[in-house]
């Protein structure tokens, strides 16, 4: 559950993009000198056109390296919001935390220590638990929302 990934992520969308219009902009400039005289007006063209490549990419990364899409910020937003119980016993550990989804689509695993929740519309949380290295969910309840375990 821990290696599942959603869409390209912006830095991997900018890989592909990026390319393109360089390719492009090489493609026109390249056009410019073929049918462009030796004449000085020319060079000045062809100049501004490479320059112009340069400005866009950097606008380009630029943009999608400071502004966040919007559901991003939505599910930094849920993450900010959910709240979960950990109780410590004797030998045991009690978990507790609202989920969304009907039963049948609630997944928890325990793995290394490491919670593993995932519900519907796209809810997935991880909750280090200390000591729990060897132990198992032992019990798993869940009703009106709110997803109970016990882990032996």
């Not at 969304?100 to 929740?117: F, N, Q, T, W």
């Not at 309840?141 to 032996?152: A, S």
Request: net charge positive; hydrophobic share 45%; proline share 3%.
């Amino acid at each position: 559950m821990a290696s599942y990934k959603g869409a390209y992520s912006n830095d991997q969308s900018l890989n592909f993009v990026i390319p393109i219009i360089v390719i492009l902009f090489l493609g026109i400039i390249y056009i410019m000198t073929q049918r462009a005289d030796s004449g000085f007006v020319s060079f000045i063209l062809i100049g501004a056109a490479a320059l112009t490549m340069f400005y866009w990419v950097r606008v380009l990364k630029k943009m999608t390296k400071d502004q966040k899409p919007l559901y991003t910020q939505a599910r930094e937003q849920e993450s900010k919001n959910w709240v979960y119980d950990l109780i410590k016993g004797e030998d045991e550990f009690v978990f507790v935390a609202e989920v969304p989804g009907p039963e049948d689509k609630i997944a928890v695993r325990l793995v290394d220590g490491i919670l593993y929740i995932r519900g519907t519309s796209g809810f997935s949380k991880e909750v280090p638990i200390e000591g729990a290295g060897n132990m198992q969910i032992f019990d798993f309840k869940y009703r009106n929302g709110v997803l109970t375990l016990r882990i032996k």
